[in-house]
Structures are given as C-alpha cells and as structure tokens.
C-alpha cells in the first residue's frame, strides 16, 4: 500500500480513539439492555429508534460538511459526544428509576451526531490523500473500523463482567474527549464558499443539488445507494439484533463468548480490508453479485448450528458454535468487500463539492431501511423464539434473490476496475 500522510494519519488515530471508545460502548449496552429484558423486540426497537434521525439528518449533515471546516466540525462533535455520554455516566450513578429510556435517548442522540460525523470524515478522506491511493485509505478506515470492533468487544466483555456498565461509559466519555484534543492537529483543506442565501435556504439548495446530482447527472449512484438500502434491510438485522439474540438467549453462551463472537466477526472485517487491494484487481462492477451469492449459501450452515437438535445450552464452546462463528466471519468478510468497493466508487465519482451531500444522502437512504429491519427481525425472533434457524434461512434465500437483482441491475454497466475514472452504462 502506497504510505499516506501525515493529516490522514492522525485522522486514522482520531478515528481510533472514537470507534474503540463506540464499539466498548455499543457491545456493553446491548449485553446490558439483554440482560435487563431478554427481549429481543425491546432491544431491536431501541436500535431503531435511535436510527431514526440518521434518515432525517445525515444530508444535512452532508450539506454542512460541504460548507464547513471540516477538522473544525470533527472537533465539535466529539465534544459533544463527550458530554452526551457524560451525562448517561451522571445518570447511572445517581438516578433510581428504570434506565432503559435513558439508554434509548442517549443511543439517539449518539446516532445524531453520527449523522454529521461520517459524512464529514468521508468527505474528508479524498481531499487528504491522492486519487491513487483513495483504495488504499478506505481499505485502513475500514481496517481501523474492523480492529476497534474486534478489541472493543473483547476488552467490552471483560470489563462488563468485572466492573459493569459503568466503567465502560466513563472509558467511552474519555475516548471521544481524547479524540476532539487530537483532531485540532489534522489540516483538512477547506475553501470557504459564498453563501448567498441564509444558512436554511443555503443548507436545502444545496441537498437539492446532491440529490439532483444522484439522480439525474449521475443514475450509477443511484444504483449503488439502492443496494446498500437493501444490505441494510435484509442481512445487517441478522447482525445487530439476530446474532446478540442467538448467542446469548439461542445458544445460552457466556458475555465472554459473545464478545469473542463479535470480535470474530470484526477480524474477518479486518482480513477484508487488508485484502480489498488485491480483490479490487478482479472484482468488477457487473460481477458483485457473486458476492452476494457466496454470502446466501454461507447463511445454510449457519441456520443448520442452531437448529433445535443441535443446540448444546451449556453455555461452552461447541462444534456447532464455531461453525456458527465461522460462517457469521465469513459472510462479514463479503459483505465488508462490497461495502469498500462501493464506498471508493462513489468517491472517485463525485465531485468535491458534493461529496459531503453524495455520501450523506448514501447514509440516509441505507439507513432508512435499518429501523424496519431491526423491528421486523426483533418481533420475529421474539414469535418464532423455537425456530430461530427458519429466519436465518429466509435471510439465505432472500441474500440469493438480492444477488439475482444486482445482477440485473448492473446488467448494462461495462466491465469497469476499482482505479477506473469513470463508469458508463
């Protein structure tokens, strides 16, 4: 990989700092809100619900990122990150009522400022390193991403076990402190626009000519956004609420377990983004769908491990739970590639100006399919509670169907590689 400088180096850290601070954060209030209810439908309509504003807010997020000092920006919402998550710390130690609600606000509000904060850190990425070297960098982001997941569940899990809740908020509260005090050293070049109208006026023309851009200047982004929309819909539920629910309720294993288990899943991310340069040579836009296709059928032996003759609630490890794990690392890593790949795409295709707007609105359209994932696969985990394996095998058949539609709708595209400048239809 190509070395890349010294601003973007010390974004990577920044980036560090917060995702492991996120991922010890994320790991820890599912254990806790798990523990508290049992409920699968609580804990995915929790998720939900604090997903909600990312729909609604990441184009303005965009927007404003396409207009602001983008270090400047990062540097605000880390502080603010902070003291949200302070305040969830304040809570815990001196309030006796039910913490659920709280945790429900703070997720929201967290997921508020994730809305400006990653559009904003994808814009920033292309304007600090070369077009060349665009792969690469994305490749470490998600790298960066996949390490924090993997050891903050680990670390999440122990810290759980021994001190509670409580010490992983105030580690979380430090961490995003931690990275704003960094941030203040990252030169992210910025040209100050004119704004001729007044900041709401300002901030909707300017979502207009992102989406005008998506829709009639570029129809290939479009196509892109509509499968990231329907990854959200159909496998990233199996992930966020499927899998905490299998592990813990499903197959009775420890918090110790878990964490190994979404550590796992974070590895084989890592392996992907350490991969996504020699893969790129041979993935080609019009043959993403076999990703799709080995991701569908990798979803089989995964069902097969919990089907109810199988399932071994001792809580230990089984040859069925590696299997278990084996093909949740698996499918991760596919869905991981396809993710890098569409990311530098739509990067490499959209101009300066709007790439704040560009990558936003990806944020928003993906997750607006999000919170009707996770309620639809909560409330059904909580019915069919005894055939669990029957829902992990409608996401395999379902993941082969989505591999059919991209096929399709990529059908046109000429064979194009990652490094390309332009893709035509």
Do not use: H
Not at 330 to 342: D, E, G, R, V
Not at 376 to 388: H, K, N, P, Q, S
């Amino acid at each position: 990989m190509a070395t890349l400088n010294r601003n973007f180096g010390v974004l990577v850290i920044c980036q560090v700092i917060t995702l492991f601070g996120s991922s010890i954060l994320r790991f820890a209030l599912s254990l806790y809100i798990l523990d508290l209810t049992g409920s699968a439908t609580i804990f995915g309509l929790i998720l939900a619900i604090s997903t909600i504003p990312t729909i609604f807010l990441a184009p303005i997020g965009g927007a404003i990122a396409d207009r602001t000092n983008r270090r400047n920006l990062l540097v605000i919402l880390d502080v603010i990150s902070s003291v949200i998550v302070g305040g969830l710390a304040i809570f815990l130690f001196t309030s006796e009522t039910s913490i659920i609600p709280m945790i429900g606000i703070v997720m929201t509000l967290m997921m508020i400022v994730s809305a400006f904060y990653q559009p904003t850190v994808q814009a920033s990425i292309p304007v600090l390193v070369e077009q060349e070297k665009l792969l690469g960098a994305n490749g470490v982001v998600s790298g960066v991403s996949s390490i924090t997941n993997f050891a903050g569940p680990v670390l999440g899990g122990l810290l759980y076990s021994i001190s509670g809740i409580e010490m992983i908020v105030i580690i979380t509260c430090i961490s995003f402190f931690l990275s704003a005090v960094l941030e203040l050293f990252i030169k992210i070049p910025f040209e100050k626009r004119d704004q001729p109208y007044g900041a709401v006026k300002t901030t909707l023309l300017d979502i207009k000519d992102g989406v005008s851009y998506i829709v009639k200047d570029n129809p290939f982004i479009s196509k892109v956004i509509l499968i990231a929309a329907a990854l959200n819909l159909f496998i990233t539920p199996l992930f966020l609420v499927g899998i905490p629910y299998i592990i813990k309720i499903t197959l009775g294993m420890s918090d110790s377990l878990f964490g190994i288990t979404q550590g796992g899943i974070s590895l084989s991310m890592i392996f992907a983004a350490i991969a996504i340069g020699i893969i790129s040579k041979k993935l080609k836009v019009n043959n993403l769908y076999l990703w799709f296709v080995a991701s569908g059928f990798l979803f089989i032996p995964m069902a097969l491990t919990i089907y109810p003759e199988f399932v071994n609630n001792n809580g230990g490890i089984t040859l069925q739970y590696l299997i278990f794990l084996l093909s949740s690392m698996l499918i991760m890593f596919a869905i991981t590639i396809i993710n890098i790949f569409i990311i530098t795409l739509l990067q490499q295709q959209t101009p300066n100006l709007l790439l704040g707007k560009v990558m936003a609105i990806l944020t928003a359209v993906s997750t607006c399919s999000v919170p009707v994932g996770q309620v639809l696969f909560g409330t059904l985990i909580d019915r069919f509670a005894d055939y669990v394996y029957t829902l992990v095998f409608a996401v395999a058949v379902i993941t082969i169907l989505l591999a059919l539609g991209t096929k399709r709708l990529f059908s046109t595209v000429e064979q194009v590689d990652i490094n390309s400048e332009s893709i035509s239809e």
